[in-house]
């Protein structure tokens, strides 16, 4: 079960660019839990990908026997889940904060790149959360800018 989960049951398996792919479940996973209790159903549900993601990370990493296997998707999934806290899921916001979360994940900045050498499912998965932060961060600078014609 915790690879199923790890590998987001199957979806890590995808072909091409499974980072990617893996993170559009997140996207999903964010827009029915705002839908279904706003910011009161997210926050724990973020909590808690990110702690079920560590452990289904570790025995995946255990299973695959290697460090960070492309099939572990659910850190992209908790990555999503971060670079959209403090929005509601326009299409505008999913479409935006999927960009950038790919984006820092790619690019992996300070700390991140150093973070993805911690043991286990915690190094799987520190270096999207990190990736995540940058990429609200940059969302709300966005937002932030358009709404004061900075943009434009």
């Known amino acids: ?9 199957g979806i890590g398996y995808a072909p091409v660019a499974p980072g990617t792919v893996g993170s559009l479940p997140g996207l999903l996973l964010y827009w029915l839990l705002y839908r279904a209790g706003g910011w009161p159903a997210v926050l724990p549900a973020v909590a808690l990908v990110i702690g079920v993601g560590i452990w289904a990370a570790n025995a995946a990493e255990r299973r695959f026997q290697r460090k960070d296997p492309g099939a572990v998707i659910i850190d992209e999934v908790a990555g999503q889940l971060v670079t959209l806290i403090g929005f509601a899921p326009s299409p505008t916001m999913l479409v935006a904060g999927f960009f950038l979360f790919r984006l820092f994940d790619i690019l ?8 993805e050498g911690l043991p286990g499912g915690s190094g799987i998965m520190m270096d999207d959360l990190v990736a995540g932060v940058y990429a609200n961060l940059a969302l709300h600078g966005v937002v932030w800018l358009l709404a004061r014609g900075g943009l434009s």
């Not at 079960?1 to 049951?9: D, H, L, N, R």
């Not at 992996?108 to 973070?115: D, N, S, W």
């Open 1 to 9: 079960m915790q690879v199923a989960i790890a590998t987001g049951f």
């Open 108 to 115: 992996k900045p300070f700390p991140a790149r150093r973070l």
